[in-house]
């Protein structure tokens, strides 16, 4: 996806060992229980990430980049630890994303948007593909549901028969949202 006046970050997650994986060692951004909403959260290792890719934003902000000209998000268990970040963390950027994403049922992240201090909150936009077979579409739903309960903006696009990948729609979609949050500077300046 290119942008003419976005620059694009891709972190990508480090190697460690992966319960769902029996303990084998995956580029995951934290570490679960295992792949379900109804198990706590392995908080320990979304903190060590929370810090790590906060560091990044903080790089950013020291570059001149303001936090309202940002936008964080991800694929699956990114989308997921975006929303920590956003929610707990970083709540006056311009936006997030999550896509074929969800939240565990008792995250963290529902409270911290219910006390959230920063009104309101970024727009969430969430795509999940109906055919989704490793994280439920059911999940991706219920998450937006909640965070909406909780105080959210969102807005969540379902996309028919796509499994646990991405399409050119849902890109095309995330493309136009990116540029309506982040307008050019000569768009900005003219009041669009």
Same mark, same amino acid.
């Given at each position: 996806?290119?942008?003419?006046?976005?620059?694009?970050?891709?972190?990508?997650? %480090?190697?460690?060992?992966?319960?769902?994986?029996?303990?084998?060692? !995956?580029?995951?951004?934290?570490?679960?229980?295992?792949?379900?909403?109804?198990?706590?959260?392995?908080?320990? &290792?979304?903190?060590?990430?929370? &810090?790590?890719?906060?560091?990044?934003?903080?790089?950013?902000?020291?570059?001149?980049?303001?936090?309202?000209?940002?936008?964080?998000?991800?694929?699956?268990?990114?989308?997921?630890?975006?929303?920590?970040?956003?929610?707990?963390?970083?709540?006056?950027?311009?936006?997030?994303?999550?896509? !074929?994403?969800?939240?565990?049922?008792?995250?963290?992240?529902?409270?911290?948007?219910?006390?959230?201090?920063?009104?309101?909150?970024?727009?969430?936009?969430?795509?999940?593909?109906?055919?989704?077979?490793?994280?439920?579409?059911?999940?991706?739903?219920?998450?937006?549901?909640?965070?909406?309960?909780?105080?959210?903006?969102?807005?969540?696009?379902?996309? %028919?028969?796509?499994?646990?990948?991405?399409?050119?729609?849902?890109?095309?979609?995330?493309?136009?949202?990116?540029?309506?949050?982040?307008?050019?500077?000569?768009?900005? !300046?003219?009041?669009?």
């Amino acid at each position: 996806m290119a942008f003419e006046h976005i620059r694009v970050i891709f972190p990508t997650a %480090p190697a460690r060992p992966y319960t769902p994986m029996h303990g084998s060692l !995956s580029h995951v951004w934290f570490d679960r229980y295992k792949i379900s909403r109804d198990c706590p959260e392995h908080l320990e &290792s979304i903190e060590e990430m929370c &810090s790590n890719l906060g560091a990044v934003v903080q790089d950013e902000i020291r570059a001149g980049v303001p936090k309202h000209r940002m936008v964080i998000g991800g694929f699956s268990m990114g989308g997921a630890m975006a929303l920590h970040l956003v929610c707990r963390y970083f709540q006056d950027v311009a936006g997030v994303f999550a896509l !074929s994403s969800f939240l565990n049922k008792d995250s963290v992240v529902y409270q911290a948007v219910e006390n959230a201090t920063q009104r309101p909150l970024p727009e969430l936009l969430q795509c999940h593909g109906t055919a989704d077979e490793l994280v439920s579409h059911t999940w991706g739903e219920e998450t937006s549901c909640l965070l909406k309960k909780a105080g959210m903006n969102t807005s969540f696009h379902s996309f %028919p028969g796509l499994n646990h990948q991405l399409c050119r729609a849902e890109m095309e979609l995330l493309h136009s949202w990116i540029l309506k949050k982040l307008p050019s500077e000569s768009a900005f !300046s003219a009041g669009h």
